[in-house]
């Protein structure tokens, strides 16, 4: 689909850093000339190196001091000293960094400088909504927005290099890295991957305030079997280049600096240890040519994987296309002995080397070591006030409303609100996961946003009602990373007693519950999608009381709600939605802003259904429509007997305190040929009683093929604002591009044939036209 500028959104929000916010940024520094006179430096400097040198660039080290100690009188010192690190990352802070670069240009024979790297994974200090709820915006204004401010700060700060953005599809909500993605499309993916590429590197990479990105975790990382992190991947190539690939290639095409490999194994061959992967797509066939990353000890990780000792799976890598080796030290340790041993060529770290520090060059650290990190331009830049009124627009845009039964939310700014839940009173949970550049103590937890915003119309009490889990253990292991829940020891009777008492006095009740921060993200799959039953019970009780409930959902992944849905009245789903996320959700609560978020990934009834995703084949016994819409269960058809075809939440809903109508569909032409292009309309009307925004969605589905196509697959999308009682024609036009895939040859190319054109509110609710189009 070709783009349609997102303008009606930016409405919506409020309209900083205007002048940036260019849709592509021009590279227009990278001409024939910068080229060569790159290629010069690199190969003069290269040419002074010694072969220790050379392998001390591949070496990045993790700091891990990123709050005490100081690496420059470490070990890691000491490398630095003897040109033996080529980077660093978890060490925060200008000085900080600037004291460890002194170390590396002033002490090491070549003086080359170090390239500083951190997961500035959804924002740095100022912390936006996890990747999936940021993706749940469909705003890609804003996403590019979040991914600047996070370039400034942490830039400000002295990160030259993020580890984001991490584009693994995934249909796995065991997975706990859903989370850190952009959910289960390949082209909301790829359109999210390219605008946080552009944010994060805009349009010069020496500038001060811009820093390198990396796209992760390549490949697959998002499909491991029974969403187990870091279990094995197994996929047909047909699947990978289709559903898997694009958001990563989308990435390489917006010219992404570096590339980060997975820890999965891909057709048998651990990815870091891949060359198919590494190179052969990665530079071969994408043109890639930056430098590529091991993830954190990826390589060493390779020996449990089975293929060899240290000194084996490090040349592995090596000749894969992996430059540089992230905290394992494999090629520190065992290159040069491989070298003599034939067992890697010169060529080959030559070339890795090269990359690195090409990519320092791109940076502008070889004309200034300390381009990133000014202490006094941080102290403005790192969680300013603009920024955070930035971060706190994005998180109430990312917000999604599941459910508004008997109109209960909008909020009414009177009364008495009891506000219940574990994370009610908790701001240490609030970022969500991946937030290693956050201050915790700054996010404003749902009861101070309430409180803050509406307490003089409102009275708002409070209460826990229930611990996150019943299981001390378990909410232990989900307090990782000292995001605490503040577990309530007193016995769950007393605990429910006092959140029953506080919602008898009250007018409504806003329930939070959900997830704690670190029930996702790395390392926390669960084999259980559903909230956990100690909240579930709270629920349950609450609802006797009557009164009405608007709960609050806190999630990292798409969970299985169908056992708490009818209860509330109202579900608001707010991710983990950042520092600002008591304001953001109080925005939203009290109708302030009216949400827009539309689900970037399925939720299931049941965890039985999984995966369950909205792009998925016909197969050759489909259940009828019709069968498939009442769940009625049909024998030698695909479907199962104790459980419907249809998800919870279909990919792409979101309700708005408002109604859209659409009508008129139609399209420009149903007989089109070859390259000509189409336009598809709908009229989307503001039918309700709120200004609002909607995500109007074309799908399209490719009804014949030389290999079976999905039942239909999102083209484009366009989030529009309407005020109360207006009317939009939205206008989206379809080149063949649009209808391209990779057949069974691996060919991309479309095929000539009967189209059925679709235009909707979520992937479930469309309009269709067909269309023929031939070659
Ligand atoms: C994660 C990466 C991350 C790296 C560095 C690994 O455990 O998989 O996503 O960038 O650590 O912190």
């Keep these: 689909m070709k783009k349609i500028v997102l303008v009606a959104a930016m409405a919506l929000s409020t309209c900083f850093l205007a002048q940036e916010m260019v849709t592509k940024p021009v590279q227009s520094y990278q001409t024939v000339q910068y080229n060569a006179k790159k290629k010069a430096f690199v190969d003069a400097l290269l040419a002074k190196m010694t072969l220790d040198e050379k392998i001390g660039q591949l070496n990045l080290p993790s700091a891990g001091d990123f709050t005490t100690g100081q690496a420059q009188n470490s070990d890691i010192g000491k490398k630095i000293e003897n040109g033996l690190v080529g980077g660093l990352f978890n060490i925060k802070g200008a000085e900080k ?84 993605g952009s ?125 060899g000792d240290l000194q084996q799976v490090s040349a592995l890598s090596l000749k894969a296309g992996i430059d540089m080796d992230m905290v394992g030290e494999g090629f520190l340790k065992t290159l040069k002995k491989s070298l003599a041993e034939g067992k890697v060529t010169q060529a080959e770290i030559d070339q890795a080397t090269k990359r690195v520090l090409e990519a320092k060059y791109d940076l502008g650290l070889f004309e200034d070591p300390y381009r990133y990190g000014d202490v006094k331009l941080a102290a403005k830049e790192v969680n300013s006030l603009e920024n955070r009124n930035i971060a706190r627009n994005t998180a109430a845009q990312s917000m999604v409303l599941l459910k508004n039964e008997n109109n209960v939310l909008p909020l009414k700014k009177s009364g008495t609100v009891a506000v219940i839940g574990p994370l009610v009173n908790n701001s240490l949970n609030m970022a969500g996961t991946w937030s290693v550049g956050a201050k915790h103590a700054n996010a404003i937890s749902l009861m101070k946003g309430l409180q803050d915003n509406f307490g003089k119309e409102v009275k708002f ?29 007193r016995p769950k009777e007393v605990i429910l007693k006092e959140a029953l008492d ?36 709270l629920l349950n009780e609450l609802k006797k009381t009557g009164k009405p409930i608007a709960m609050v959902l806190f999630t990292g992944r798409p969970l299985a709600l169908t056992n708490v849905k009818d209860l509330p009245e109202a579900i608001l789903n707010v991710w983990f939605a950042g520092t600002e996320a008591g304001n953001a959700i ?26 369950i995703y909205y792009n998925h084949k016909n197969t050759g016994r489909p259940l009828s429509a019709e069968k498939t819409a009442k769940c009625e269960y049909d024998r030698f058809r695909a479907n199962y007997m104790d459980e419907c075809n249809t998800p919870l939440y279909p990919f792409g809903y979101g309700l708005s305190y408002t109604n859209f109508t659409y009508s008129d569909m139609s399209v420009s032409n149903t007989n089109p040929k070859g390259n000509q292009s189409i336009q598809a309309s709908v009229t989307v009307k503001n039918s309700g009683n709120y200004d609002g925004a909607e995500v109007v969605q074309l799908y399209i589905r490719d009804m014949v093929g030389s290999i079976t196509r999905p039942v239909k697959e999102l083209k484009g999308f366009e989030k529009v604002f309407l005020k109360k009682g207006e009317s939009k024609k939205i206008t989206f036009t379809i080149t063949p591009e649009d209808l391209k895939f990779y057949n069974n040859a691996l060919k991309y190319d479309w095929e000539e044939g009967e189209f059925d054109v679709m235009i909707g509110t979520n992937s479930a609710d469309v309009q269709h036209t067909k269309i023929y189009w031939s070659k």
């Design 97 to 180: 960094i600037r004291a460890v670069q002194k170390v590396a240009v002033e002490k090491s024979r070549l003086k080359i400088p170090l390239i500083f790297g951190m997961d500035v994974i959804h924002g740095y200090e100022t912390n936006f909504p996890i990747p999936l709820g940021l993706a749940a915006s469909w705003d890609m204004n804003l996403i590019q927005q979040s991914a600047r401010v996070a370039a400034r700060e942490a830039s400000s700060d002295g990160i030259s290099w993020t580890f984001s953005p991490m584009t693994d599809i995934s249909r796995e909500p065991r997975w706990g890295r859903i989370s850190e």
């Design 183 to 307: 959910g289960e499309d390949p082209y909301l993916g790829s359109e999210i991957a390219k605008h946080m590429v552009y944010g994060y590197q805009g349009k010069d990479l020496s500038l001060s305030n811009t820093i390198m990105a990396c796209v992760k975790h390549f490949a697959l990382y998002g499909a491991g079997e029974g969403g187990m992190d870091y279990n094995t991947v197994d996929m047909g190539r047909v699947r990978m280049f289709n559903e898997y690939f694009p958001p990563y290639k989308a990435a390489v095409d917006a010219g992404v600096g570096t590339v980060m490999a997975s820890f999965n194994e891909v057709e048998g061959i651990p990815a870091t240890g891949n060359r198919w992967l590494q190179t052969e797509i990665l530079r071969e066939k994408w043109g890639f040519n930056g430098f590529v990353v091991s993830d954190y000890t990826g390589i060493n990780e390779m020996i449990d994987h089975g293929m």
């Design 461 to 489: 009490i409070s209460a826990k009602g229930a611990n996150i889990d019943y299981s001390e253990k378990l909410e232990s292991i989900y307090a990782a990373h000292g995001k605490l829940t503040d577990r309530d020891n």
């Design 502 to 537: 506080v919602a008898n006095k009250a007018d409504v009740i806003v329930l939070a519950i959900g997830e704690s921060a670190e029930m996702s993200g790395e390392s926390s799959s669960r084999s259980e999608i559903t909230i956990p039953q100690s909240q579930v019970d």
């Design 586 to 611: 109080s925005d939203v609560l009290f109708g302030k802003i009216n949400p827009s978020g539309k689900l970037p990934v399925t939720f299931p009834r049941s965890l039985g259904q999984v995966p």
